[in-house]
């Protein structure tokens, strides 16, 4: 919780024993809404006997004391910031761009700057669309903090309704279609899948999703593109250690690659969240290859491709993404560790210099 924050703490009711933590605090701190306390929760402002608590669910005790901190109010449009963006494409209608690792897409409860929308805000002035709400201007896709790859972005309104469309039907009869570049643990033992599982938000981690019955439809297309054996003299030869993976989108969820390609049993590399119990294939891993690994500080996915229908001409336009040097030097040390033949495909993976 930051210095300056407002805090405000109660002590839990013996009438609010065994209620969940914003149904208690919304019950007991009048001028906050349970919206707003969830987001606050969320956010990491909320400490239960001194102990962070991010889930709202959590049933609180009687006596339980409870901190909120209180963030300075925020202004109600996100401010323009003088942030580089690396343009791929621009005219009066749209604009694509090649998203930065660690840039979140929009401003939210502990990111209020420093976010594209921000950055975008900025280079585009008046003429950004609203829809979609003011914290959202223009956005009608997004890709997670540690993501990178091609987005498009709405400048008016009418190129908004027009990608919105697009996007709503991912492409099922439309002209959208999007790639990505998947470095995961392991390799499927088909060249090519299909992953068709609901997903909907894991039931003991709110910030996490998770494949569950009754979830949203949710469906990713895969394909092998390399495979990767481990070093010279791997304790498992013959076996991948890892394999590079394209990726396309059916559905659009939150998490989709991430939960699917670990519910198929291959994480992404470098994936906290989903794939923490695979960090011991490292191991089969030659030193640079472990180094770059290790220096990733994120998930090992990229998103390269991007089709659209323009929304004022009609005219087709694609986009490619190289991959960004730390996913360049993780593909080239797994492509040289061991000797032998990889490809699936004769494509060759372009990375940025």
């Known amino acids: 919780m930051a210095a300056d924050h407002r805090t405000e703490t109660i002590t839990v009711a013996e009438a609010n024993a065994g209620e969940r933590l914003d149904r208690a605090l919304a019950s007991t701190i009048a001028d906050l809404s349970r919206s707003r306390l969830k987001a606050l929760i969320l956010a990491g402002e909320v400490t239960v006997g001194g102990r962070t608590v991010r889930d709202p669910g959590h049933r609180v005790n009687a006596g339980d004391a409870v901190t909120v901190a209180l963030p300075p109010p925020e202004p109600a449009a996100p401010a323009a910031e003088n942030i580089p963006l690396d343009i791929v494409f621009e005219d009066d209608a749209i604009v694509v761009i090649d998203k930065p690792r660690g840039m ?58 027009s990608l919105a469309a697009q996007f709503a039907d991912h492409g099922r009869t439309g002209p959208l279609r999007r790639g990505y570049l998947a470095f995961v643990w392991g390799a499927p033992d088909r060249p090519r899948g299909t992953i068709e599982q609901p997903i909907d938000r894991h039931p003991h981690a709110r910030d996490k999703m998770a494949v569950r019955p009754g979830g949203r439809e949710a469906i990713t297309h895969w394909e092998v593109l390399e495979r990767f054996p481990g070093q010279a003299g791997d304790k498992e030869p013959g076996k991948p250690v890892a394999s590079l993976l394209a990726c396309r989108l059916e559905t659009g969820r939150t998490h989709q690659i991430r939960v699917h390609l670990a519910h198929l049993g291959h994480p992404l590399i470098g994936d906290s969240v989903y794939g923490p119990g695979f960090r011991t294939k490292v191991t089969r891993l030659s030193p640079q290859a472990a180094e770059a690994v290790e220096a990733l500080g994120r998930q090992a996915l990229h998103a390269y491709f991007l ?47």
Request: net charge positive.
């Open 104 to 161: 979140v897409v929009h401003p939210a409860a502990g990111n209020a700057t420093g976010t594209l929308v921000n950055a975008l805000i900025a280079h585009c002035g008046a003429s950004l669309s609203g829809i979609g709400g003011v914290r959202r201007p223009g956005i009608v896709h997004r890709l997670d903090k540690d993501t990178t790859g091609l987005m498009v972005i709405a400048k008016n309104d009418r190129a908004h309704a």
């Open 307 to 353: 089709a659209i229908e323009h929304p004022v001409t009609g005219r087709p336009l694609e986009f490619r993404s190289e991959l960004p040097g730390d996913l360049a030097r993780l593909h080239a040390s797994l492509s040289t560790q061991a000797q032998g033949p990889r490809s699936e495909h004769k494509r060759h993976v372009k990375s940025k210099t």
